[in-house]
């Protein structure tokens, strides 16, 4: 796939999750795609391992094996560098949202399906979420992408949840958008919660994968009153 490409969301493209102003053109011979590439690598580990604004381009290329000088021919700076590792990364953190119910489908499996999926990919990519998340606070183009990105992903769901209430699953007085707003919202925050920030039960430990997906969709479920969980 390629990753500089946008993603398609039911047909409509989603928005990239970092500018593509931020990219050069990739390298044209084998052994420049080899560097770039550890130098994106690097890149990942360093930002996970150091944070954003504790890492330095040094650092990068230490971990690349590669000259410092050689960091500039592919990266202007650390901007550059991390719209790359985010776009590489942006087809295994794609949000998977709702997706749509077909006439022979139960309501309920699809969206613990799409809620398992979701969670699954937070999981896997926890360190990137969470350094997202920070670089939101401190760069305003980043921030306004994730901004972008998080709205398509709430559309899809919004109407997912309309086409629910033209079949008589969901509750119709319930406005669509506002609701897919604040479920997906509610996701979002425990995913967050559970794999970044690493929060534990009261006993002191950590949030059972299974129970968060039987929690959250029971919730979804309960929220548009669903038949049989009113």
């Known amino acids: 796939m390629d990753t500089t490409a946008p993603e398609e969301i ?15 053109e990739p390298p044209t011979t084998k052994r420049g795609a080899r560097t770039r590439a550890a130098l994106v ?3 990942r580990k360093v930002f996970e391992r ?3 604004l504790d890492t330095r381009l040094t650092d990068i290329t230490k971990e690349a094996q590669c000259a410092a000088g050689s960091f500039y021919t592919y990266f202007a700076n650390k901007e550059e560098v991390l719209a790359a590792v ?5 087809e295994d953190m794609m949000h998977p949202g709702m997706r749509r119910v077909q006439g ?3 309501p309920y499996a699809v969206l613990e399906a799409s809620n398992r999926a979701y969670l699954e990919a937070y999981k ?3 360190k990137l979420m969470g350094l997202l998340e920070q670089v939101a606070q401190v760069e305003p183009e980043f921030r306004e992408f994730r901004s972008r990105r998080a709205d398509a992903f709430i559309r899809r769901n919004a109407r997912g949840i309309a086409d629910l209430q033209a079949r008589g699953v969901a509750d119709r007085e319930v406005d669509p958008m506002m609701a897919s707003r604040a479920l997906s919202g509610m996701v979002s925050v425990m995913a967050y919660n559970a794999f970044v920030l690493g929060e534990r039960q009261e006993e002191g430990t950590p949030a059972d994968f299974e129970e968060l997906v039987s ?16």
Do not use: C, I
Request: no cysteine; proline share 8%; net charge negative.
């Open 124 to 126: 896997r990519n926890a």
């Open 50 to 52: 150091d944070g954003y």
């Open 86 to 90: 985010l776009l590489e990364a942006q």
């Open 41 to 43: 690598k690097a890149a």
């Open 10 to 24: 039911d047909g409509d493209e989603a928005p990239p999750m970092a500018p593509l102003s931020h990219l050069r």
């Open 215 to 230: 929690t959250v969709t029971r919730l979804w479920a309960n929220a548009l009153r669903f038949p049989d969980h009113r």
């Open 104 to 106: 022979s489908d139960d």
